[in-house]
């Protein structure tokens, strides 16, 4: 149980389009999922807070109008990286926590995104 | 973004020894969790703690939740080269439900 799948793995697009990331919960329902970023060799870095049914939280820096975030089921939460450069190239994860409050938090298996 | 503080930050060693990294913090955290991340694949949950003071293993790892609730720490004994990979905590600051990262603990092990 707990099985969170992201889409696509992996992703290649030309610089100045916009990329869609897919995050599901396969087998509960999650009120709350959370989108981070990850460069090579270093932690993951919470972007922000995706709520079922409204706005997104971002975290400090994280510029929401070109991480847009839509979290439109208790199964699905998508991040679109708009007008994406090559310093947006990184690896997406999302997680997403299957009851209310402080329980474990469950992983995608990360979207690698590369801006050529 | 704020992360926590993790050592060490990468540890080299034989096998069948035993391990120890920790994570700390200088806010309370309501639960830390330990993860494994592997090459190019997204976190695994180890262990979760829920109350200062636990102590929870999961197989040869024993993570616990520190007193002052602004620390934990994850071993691992008799150590396997399958062990190794990248371990992080990650910790939920009180009042609040996102999880924060700590910096990560590269492990090699050398069979």
């Known amino acids: 149980g707990a099985v969170v799948s992201q889409h696509p793995s992996w992703v290649i697009c030309k610089s100045g389009t916009s990329v869609k990331i897919e995050c599901r919960s396969l087998?509960?329902?999650?009120?709350?999922m959370f989108w981070y970023r990850q460069f090579p060799k270093q932690s993951l870095m919470l972007m922000a807070t995706?709520?079922?049914?409204?706005?997104?939280?971002?975290e400090q820096g994280v510029e929401k109008d070109k991480f847009l975030i839509n979290h439109a089921s208790l199964t699905l939460s998508t991040l679109t990286v708009t007008s994406a450069h090559p310093e947006d190239s990184s690896f997406y994860i999302c997680?997403?926590?299957?009851?209310?409050?402080?329980?474990?938090?469950?992983f995608g298996q990360g979207t690698r995104l590369t801006v050529v | 973004g704020q992360q926590l503080n993790q050592s060490p930050q990468s540890m080299f060693i034989q096998e069948g020894e035993d391990v120890s990294m920790n994570c700390t913090s200088s806010?309370?955290?309501?639960?830390w969790l330990w993860y494994k991340q592997d090459p190019g694949e997204g976190p695994v949950l180890l262990i979760a703690?829920?109350?200062?003071?636990e102590l929870t293993s999961n197989g040869r790892l024993t993570a616990q939740f520190g007193i002052t609730r602004k620390d934990s720490f994850l071993n691992i004994s008799a150590s396997i080269p399958s062990d190794v990979g990248i371990y992080f905590c990650?910790?939920?600051?009180?009042?609040?439900?996102?999880?924060?990262f700590g910096t990560g603990t590269r492990l090699k092990v050398l069979a």
């Open positions: 806010s309370i955290f309501n639960t």
């Open positions: 995706s709520n079922e049914g409204s706005k997104a939280t971002y």
């Open positions: 990650a910790g939920s600051p009180s009042g609040t439900y996102k999880y924060i």
């Open positions: 997680s997403a926590i299957p009851g209310t409050g402080n329980t474990e938090a469950f």
């Open positions: 703690l829920y109350k200062a003071g």
């Open positions: 087998d509960f329902q999650a009120t709350t």
